[in-house]
């Protein structure tokens, strides 16, 4: 900043003014504007370009991948590109990650060699007498077979 201010007012007075007055060399004012007139400007990719980036990602990870994730992968392949921009072109085009599948836990596992129990009560369960019939569910008790 100091620099930017010293060039401005250079038509104003001799260098070595302003450098005395904002304390900086004379030297480090010139390293200065010389380095930066030798820098290529950073061009940012087109958005055509970009959402190709972006589309060909998404479509090698089929769709498991969100915006953060696709931000992660692009800066990894050396492509610099801001979060908000890739969130910003992927919500267009209806890129969006897939949701997982839920988990669904299967209790019960009718295919087995397993000896299966009669079925004595054949789904009458009204009894005349106490005792008679027995009935419980024990699917909640955890053992070691799963």
């Given at each position: 900043m100091k620099y930017a201010l010293i060039r401005r007012n250079r038509h104003l007075w001799p260098i070595r003014v302003p450098c005395r007055v904002w304390g900086v060399s004379g030297a480090g004012d010139h390293e200065?504007?010389?380095r930066q007139h030798t820098m290529t400007p950073r061009r940012p990719l087109s958005e055509e370009v970009l959402r190709g980036h972006i589309r060909a990602v998404h479509t090698e990870?089929?769709?498991?991948?969100?915006?953060?994730?696709?931000?992660?992968?692009?800066?990894?392949?050396?492509i610099r590109v801001g979060k908000q921009?890739?969130?910003q072109l992927m919500q267009p085009h209806s890129m969006r990650a897939?949701?997982?599948r839920r988990f669904r836990i299967s209790t019960t596992d009718s295919r087995h060699a397993l000896p299966v129990a009669d079925n004595r009560l054949?789904?009458?369960?009204?009894?005349?007498?106490?005792k008679q019939a027995w009935?419980?569910?024990?699917?909640?008790?955890?053992?070691g077979e799963g």
């Open positions: 200065h504007f010389g990870t089929r769709g498991a991948y969100g915006w953060p994730r696709i931000w992660r992968q692009l800066k990894r392949q050396g921009r890739v969130q897939r949701g997982r054949n789904r009458q369960f009204s009894v005349v007498t106490p009935v419980g569910d024990i699917t909640y008790i955890a053992t």
